[in-house]
């Protein structure tokens, strides 16, 4: 990637560059959006929605049957060009270079890729204050450290409303934590983004450095060194993907982490991700002590039917306490576990 400063001889600038990112309930939205865009919108559309890194690459296709604009699935070096949407394909960051597109496999960000924090941040860090950043519908807060670079470097950052969004988590994250310069409903976002990108916009400035450093790891041009923390300060927690150190970041007030391999959080999606560990770990302690459970129990009636009675009683007793820690671990999982409100599952009849 380039180093973030434009050319300072380009025509009279404008917000040529949109980028949009969602989750949850995203796909629709962004499918009304590009419905809804004018055909000659005077600027080049970047679309980040999580998926799953093993589903069919369709979005492109649905976003250019909706609407008047051509939609591609971003491939590495495509030039940017106006009019056109470039969507992120499964399991890589979409990455928006000076002038042109980055499709790069780099470490995950808040337990996705795509995700939204780099193709915001790349954006800002490349094109400053031509960038408009848009952020749908969606679950927890990826995007709110995107919008938060995209406004540090002069850019402009807009929500769907949370109440008009089929999930608001990640549009209220914004709006709470002071990313925020627009808010609208999605069917008032079309002709909002439409104006904005024919404003005029301030001349480009020069990108905060840690912004770049860390477009540069989205990109996977910079591996930052387990002594290196000059993102922020050293975190007594580990990373839930690779277990390395984390380096605690304080971005503008927004908590957030990366540790050294390049993975980044925010402080919800690291909660988030070290609750789906000690679940995976409850549910491995569970099946571990049932097998223990059932091979004393196969092993005191092997005992009695070899008139082994002290053995088979000492094989008894120990499987005693294996099923105590069975029934411990089982109410943990219940005490960790959604509830549900509902007399749906109140009866048990039948059940051993």
Request: charged share 25%.
């Amino acid at each position: 990637m380039q180093r973030g400063r434009v050319d300072e001889d380009r025509e009279a600038c404008t917000h040529d560059i949109l980028v949009v990112g969602g989750s949850a309930g995203a796909v629709e939205a962004t499918r009304s959006l590009a419905a809804r865009l004018p055909a000659d919108l005077p600027a080049a559309v970047f679309v980040a929605i999580h998926r799953s890194s093993e589903g069919p690459a369709y979005l492109a296709d649905l976003l250019g049957a909706a609407g008047p604009l051509p939609a591609l699935p971003a491939s590495e070096g495509m030039p940017v060009q106006r009019g056109h949407i470039y969507v992120a394909p499964p399991d890589h960051h979409l990455l928006v270079g000076r002038d042109h597109v980055h499709v790069r496999r780099g470490p995950k960000e808040n337990r996705t890729r795509p995700a939204i924090d780099p193709l915001f941040r790349s954006a800002a860090v490349n094109a400053t204050t031509r960038v408009i950043g848009l952020l749908l519908s969606g679950s927890l807060d990826d995007g709110t450290a995107g919008l938060l670079a995209i406004r540090r470097c002069g850019g402009v950052a807009v929500v769907q409303d949370p109440k008009d969004a089929r999930f608001g988590e990640m549009p209220a994250s914004a709006i709470a934590n002071g990313a925020v310069d627009h808010v609208g409903r999605l069917a008032e976002l079309p002709d909002l983004l439409a104006r904005l990108t024919r404003y005029p916009c301030p001349g480009p400035v020069d990108p905060p450095e840690e912004l770049r450093m860390e477009a540069l790891i989205a990109a996977q041009e910079l591996r930052m060194k387990p002594d290196n923390h000059r993102l922020g300060k050293v975190s007594s927690l580990t990373c839930p993907e690779c277990h390395g150190a984390l380096t605690e970041i304080d971005d503008q007030g927004f908590l957030r982490f990366r540790c050294h391999t390049g993975h980044a959080y925010s402080a919800e999606s690291l909660r988030s991700s070290q609750a789906d560990a000690w679940e995976r770990a409850l549910y491995d302690a569970l099946r571990a002590q049932e097998e223990q459970l059932l091979l004393l129990r196969k092993m005191a009636l092997d005992a009695r039917s070899r008139g082994q009675q002290g053995h088979a009683q000492g094989y008894e007793t120990r499987a005693q306490s294996y099923m105590e820690g069975v029934q411990i671990i089982r109410s943990l999982l219940v005490d960790n576990g959604p509830r549900v409100a509902s007399d749906d599952f109140a009866t048990t009849d039948g059940l051993d």
